[in-house]
Protein backbone atom coordinates (compact mmCIF):
# COMPACT_ATOMS: atom_id res chain seq x y z
CA UNK A 1 0.00 0.00 0.00
CA UNK A 2 1.25 3.45 -1.06
CA UNK A 3 2.51 5.49 2.07
CA UNK A 4 2.15 9.18 2.20
CA UNK A 5 3.34 9.57 6.02
CA UNK A 6 5.51 12.77 6.43
CA UNK A 7 4.56 13.76 9.80
CA UNK A 8 2.85 17.26 9.63
CA UNK A 9 3.97 18.72 13.08
CA UNK A 10 1.47 21.12 15.30
CA UNK A 11 3.69 22.56 17.69
CA UNK A 12 1.55 24.92 20.61
CA UNK A 13 2.86 26.94 23.37
CA UNK A 14 0.65 24.80 26.28
CA UNK A 15 -1.16 21.97 26.07
CA UNK A 16 -4.46 23.30 26.40
CA UNK A 17 -3.43 24.88 22.88
CA UNK A 18 -2.62 21.40 21.75
CA UNK A 19 -5.93 19.90 22.85
CA UNK A 20 -8.34 22.71 21.04
CA UNK A 21 -5.55 22.19 17.81
CA UNK A 22 -6.70 18.42 18.21
CA UNK A 23 -9.98 19.24 18.64
CA UNK A 24 -10.28 21.62 15.59
CA UNK A 25 -8.42 19.12 13.43
CA UNK A 26 -11.33 16.31 14.87
CA UNK A 27 -14.30 18.53 14.03
CA UNK A 28 -12.73 19.32 10.20
CA UNK A 29 -12.47 15.06 9.82
CA UNK A 30 -15.72 14.55 10.97
CA UNK A 31 -17.54 17.12 8.55
CA UNK A 32 -15.46 16.01 5.74
CA UNK A 33 -15.83 12.46 6.17
CA UNK A 34 -19.90 12.77 6.62
CA UNK A 35 -20.05 14.97 3.74
CA UNK A 36 -18.02 12.58 1.71
CA UNK A 37 -19.05 9.07 2.78
CA UNK A 38 -22.00 10.13 5.14
CA UNK A 39 -20.62 8.65 7.62
CA UNK A 40 -17.48 9.66 10.53
CA UNK A 41 -14.96 6.46 11.67
CA UNK A 42 -13.08 7.20 14.71
CA UNK A 43 -10.79 5.25 16.57
CA UNK A 44 -9.75 6.44 20.40
CA UNK A 45 -6.82 6.45 22.21
CA UNK A 46 -6.91 5.53 25.96
CA UNK A 47 -4.60 6.70 28.89
CA UNK A 48 -4.30 9.82 30.63
CA UNK A 49 -3.78 12.37 27.98
CA UNK A 50 -6.99 12.34 25.80
CA UNK A 51 -9.40 12.49 28.67
CA UNK A 52 -9.66 16.34 28.36
CA UNK A 53 -9.67 16.55 24.23
CA UNK A 54 -13.13 13.92 24.72
CA UNK A 55 -14.21 16.49 27.40
CA UNK A 56 -13.56 19.54 25.14
CA UNK A 57 -14.93 17.82 22.83
CA UNK A 58 -18.47 16.83 24.42
CA UNK A 59 -18.18 20.76 25.57
CA UNK A 60 -20.82 23.56 23.80
CA UNK A 61 -18.47 24.68 22.09
CA UNK A 62 -17.41 21.49 20.06
CA UNK A 63 -20.17 19.31 20.30
CA UNK A 64 -22.50 21.24 18.07
CA UNK A 65 -20.12 21.51 15.14
CA UNK A 66 -20.18 17.58 14.29
CA UNK A 67 -22.90 15.58 13.34
CA UNK A 68 -22.72 12.81 15.98
CA UNK A 69 -25.61 10.58 15.30
CA UNK A 70 -23.14 10.12 11.81
CA UNK A 71 -19.98 9.04 14.29
CA UNK A 72 -18.96 6.06 15.12
CA UNK A 73 -17.02 5.40 17.85
CA UNK A 74 -13.81 2.35 18.28
CA UNK A 75 -10.94 1.75 20.34
CA UNK A 76 -7.27 1.43 19.34
CA UNK A 77 -6.33 -0.57 22.38
CA UNK A 78 -8.09 -1.80 26.01
CA UNK A 79 -6.34 -3.09 28.71
CA UNK A 80 -7.63 -6.49 29.72
CA UNK A 81 -10.91 -5.27 32.95
CA UNK A 82 -14.00 -5.03 32.93
CA UNK A 83 -15.97 -1.44 31.48
CA UNK A 84 -16.18 -0.73 35.12
CA UNK A 85 -12.56 -0.44 36.00
CA UNK A 86 -11.32 3.04 36.64
CA UNK A 87 -8.10 1.40 34.50
CA UNK A 88 -10.85 0.98 31.36
CA UNK A 89 -10.26 3.02 28.06
CA UNK A 90 -13.79 2.65 27.61
CA UNK A 91 -15.01 4.05 30.59
CA UNK A 92 -12.90 7.29 30.19
CA UNK A 93 -14.42 7.59 27.15
CA UNK A 94 -17.82 7.30 28.23
CA UNK A 95 -17.39 9.57 30.90
CA UNK A 96 -15.60 12.22 29.13
CA UNK A 97 -17.85 12.02 25.45
CA UNK A 98 -20.01 9.19 24.89
CA UNK A 99 -22.26 9.29 27.47
CA UNK A 100 -22.17 13.07 27.51
CA UNK A 101 -22.87 13.14 23.45
CA UNK A 102 -26.04 10.43 24.02
CA UNK A 103 -24.91 8.43 21.25
CA UNK A 104 -27.22 5.17 20.44
CA UNK A 105 -25.66 2.21 21.22
CA UNK A 106 -25.05 1.13 17.92
CA UNK A 107 -22.35 3.50 17.67
CA UNK A 108 -19.98 2.46 19.95
CA UNK A 109 -17.87 -0.23 19.46
CA UNK A 110 -16.09 -1.29 22.85
CA UNK A 111 -13.54 -4.19 23.36
CA UNK A 112 -15.73 -6.75 25.29
CA UNK A 113 -12.78 -7.66 27.16
CA UNK A 114 -15.34 -10.12 29.48
CA UNK A 115 -14.31 -13.57 28.05
CA UNK A 116 -10.68 -12.72 28.19
CA UNK A 117 -7.78 -11.43 26.00
CA UNK A 118 -7.31 -13.61 23.04
CA UNK A 119 -11.59 -14.31 22.95
CA UNK A 120 -12.01 -10.33 23.45
CA UNK A 121 -9.43 -9.92 20.09
CA UNK A 122 -10.69 -12.39 18.04
CA UNK A 123 -14.21 -10.85 18.91
CA UNK A 124 -13.33 -7.27 17.93
CA UNK A 125 -11.70 -7.78 14.60
CA UNK A 126 -14.69 -9.62 13.89
CA UNK A 127 -17.01 -7.05 14.89
CA UNK A 128 -14.55 -4.59 12.83
CA UNK A 129 -14.72 -6.66 9.63
CA UNK A 130 -18.87 -7.00 9.96
CA UNK A 131 -19.11 -2.80 10.12
CA UNK A 132 -17.14 -2.43 7.48
CA UNK A 133 -18.31 -5.44 5.27
CA UNK A 134 -16.18 -6.44 3.03
CA UNK A 135 -14.68 -3.09 2.01
CA UNK A 136 -11.03 -3.19 3.83
CA UNK A 137 -11.19 -1.71 7.77
CA UNK A 138 -10.27 2.72 6.90
CA UNK A 139 -10.72 4.87 9.78
CA UNK A 140 -11.20 8.30 8.78
CA UNK A 141 -9.20 9.33 11.82
CA UNK A 142 -6.96 7.21 14.29
CA UNK A 143 -6.25 8.77 17.23
CA UNK A 144 -3.11 7.67 18.66
CA UNK A 145 -1.25 9.00 22.03
CA UNK A 146 2.49 7.82 22.77
CA UNK A 147 3.93 6.49 26.15
CA UNK A 148 7.40 7.38 27.67
CA UNK A 149 8.84 3.94 26.19
CA UNK A 150 7.44 5.07 22.66
CA UNK A 151 4.41 2.92 23.09
CA UNK A 152 1.40 3.49 21.10
CA UNK A 153 -2.51 1.88 21.59
CA UNK A 154 -0.78 -0.53 23.41
CA UNK A 155 2.11 -1.62 20.41
CA UNK A 156 4.88 -2.08 23.28
CA UNK A 157 8.50 -2.24 23.21
CA UNK A 158 9.68 -6.13 22.80
CA UNK A 159 6.43 -7.80 22.13
CA UNK A 160 5.03 -10.26 19.31
CA UNK A 161 1.95 -8.16 17.88
CA UNK A 162 5.14 -5.90 16.62
CA UNK A 163 5.13 -8.34 14.54
CA UNK A 164 2.05 -9.13 13.37
CA UNK A 165 0.96 -8.65 9.66
CA UNK A 166 -2.93 -9.15 9.67
CA UNK A 167 -4.68 -5.62 9.81
CA UNK A 168 -6.94 -7.09 13.30
CA UNK A 169 -6.82 -6.88 16.81
CA UNK A 170 -4.96 -9.13 19.06
CA UNK A 171 -4.11 -9.55 22.43
CA UNK A 172 -0.49 -8.72 23.91
CA UNK A 173 1.24 -9.68 27.19
CA UNK A 174 2.63 -6.44 28.33
CA UNK A 175 5.57 -7.70 30.64
CA UNK A 176 6.36 -4.04 32.38
CA UNK A 177 2.80 -4.65 33.24
CA UNK A 178 2.59 -7.93 34.26
CA UNK A 179 -0.98 -8.11 32.15
CA UNK A 180 -2.86 -8.69 29.00
CA UNK A 181 -4.36 -5.60 26.77
CA UNK A 182 -6.44 -5.73 23.41
CA UNK A 183 -4.88 -3.56 20.72
CA UNK A 184 -5.30 -3.25 16.92
CA UNK A 185 -2.33 -3.86 14.52
CA UNK A 186 0.00 -1.51 13.46
CA UNK A 187 -1.45 -2.40 9.58
CA UNK A 188 -5.11 -2.44 10.59
CA UNK A 189 -4.31 1.47 12.03
CA UNK A 190 -2.22 2.42 9.00
CA UNK A 191 -5.46 1.76 6.82
CA UNK A 192 -6.45 5.63 8.03
CA UNK A 193 -6.95 8.21 6.36
CA UNK A 194 -5.87 10.16 8.88
CA UNK A 195 -3.62 9.63 12.16
CA UNK A 196 -3.10 11.97 14.90
CA UNK A 197 -0.60 11.78 17.66
CA UNK A 198 -1.81 13.89 20.79
CA UNK A 199 1.39 14.18 22.74
CA UNK A 200 2.10 16.72 25.84
CA UNK A 201 4.44 17.01 28.68
CA UNK A 202 8.39 16.83 28.94
CA UNK A 203 8.03 13.72 29.79
CA UNK A 204 7.94 12.70 26.37
CA UNK A 205 10.09 14.93 25.03
CA UNK A 206 12.56 11.87 23.99
CA UNK A 207 10.00 9.20 23.00
CA UNK A 208 8.78 11.51 20.19
CA UNK A 209 12.46 12.37 19.44
CA UNK A 210 13.37 9.13 19.17
CA UNK A 211 9.85 7.89 17.24
CA UNK A 212 10.52 11.20 14.25
CA UNK A 213 14.15 11.39 14.03
CA UNK A 214 16.40 7.72 16.04
CA UNK A 215 17.21 5.20 13.95
CA UNK A 216 14.50 2.47 13.05
CA UNK A 217 14.34 0.39 15.52
CA UNK A 218 10.43 -0.89 16.37
CA UNK A 219 11.36 -2.99 18.95
CA UNK A 220 12.85 -0.04 21.18
CA UNK A 221 10.02 2.46 19.77
CA UNK A 222 6.96 1.15 18.48
CA UNK A 223 5.21 3.96 17.34
CA UNK A 224 7.80 4.27 14.69
CA UNK A 225 5.17 1.45 13.09
CA UNK A 226 2.64 4.13 12.57
CA UNK A 227 2.96 4.84 8.74
CA UNK A 228 -0.46 5.34 7.35
CA UNK A 229 -1.80 5.26 3.67
CA UNK A 230 -3.30 8.78 4.67
CA UNK A 231 -1.95 11.47 6.40
CA UNK A 232 -0.08 11.59 9.68
CA UNK A 233 -0.37 14.41 12.01
CA UNK A 234 1.76 14.98 15.26
CA UNK A 235 -0.07 17.52 17.82
CA UNK A 236 2.51 18.46 20.42
CA UNK A 237 3.39 21.13 22.82
CA UNK A 238 6.37 22.95 23.18
CA UNK A 239 7.74 20.94 25.91
CA UNK A 240 7.09 17.04 24.33
CA UNK A 241 8.82 18.77 21.26
CA UNK A 242 11.47 20.15 22.97
CA UNK A 243 14.66 17.25 21.11
CA UNK A 244 13.08 18.00 17.88
CA UNK A 245 15.36 19.80 15.59
CA UNK A 246 13.93 23.35 14.48
CA UNK A 247 13.37 23.30 10.77
CA UNK A 248 12.13 26.58 8.82
CA UNK A 249 9.17 25.69 6.43
O1 LIG B 1 -1.58 2.86 27.74
C1 LIG B 1 -1.85 3.69 26.96
O2 LIG B 1 -0.99 4.65 26.75
C2 LIG B 1 -0.86 5.29 25.54
C3 LIG B 1 -0.24 6.60 25.97
O3 LIG B 1 -1.02 7.06 27.04
P1 LIG B 1 -0.74 8.29 27.95
O4 LIG B 1 -1.49 8.01 29.23
O5 LIG B 1 0.73 8.37 28.21
O6 LIG B 1 -1.26 9.47 27.26
C4 LIG B 1 -2.21 5.38 24.86
O7 LIG B 1 -2.03 5.79 23.55
C5 LIG B 1 -2.95 4.08 24.91
O8 LIG B 1 -4.20 4.15 24.27
C6 LIG B 1 -3.14 3.73 26.30
O9 LIG B 1 -3.88 2.56 26.51
Excluded: C
Excluded at 35 to 41: E, L
Excluded at 136 to 155: E, M, Q
Amino acid sequence: MARNSTPQLHVQPTPEAVLHDVARFFVTRARQAVADRGRFTVALSGGSSPRKLYELLASPAYRTQVDWAKAYFFFGDERNVPPTDAESNYRMAAEALLTPLGLAAGQVFAIDTSQGPAEAARAYTQTIQEFFGPEPAIFDLVLLGLGDNSHTASLFPHTPVLHEALPAAREVYVEEKQTYRITLTAPLLNQARAVAFLVYGADKAAAVQHVQHGSRNVEEFPAQLIEPAGELHWFLDVAAAALLVPTHE
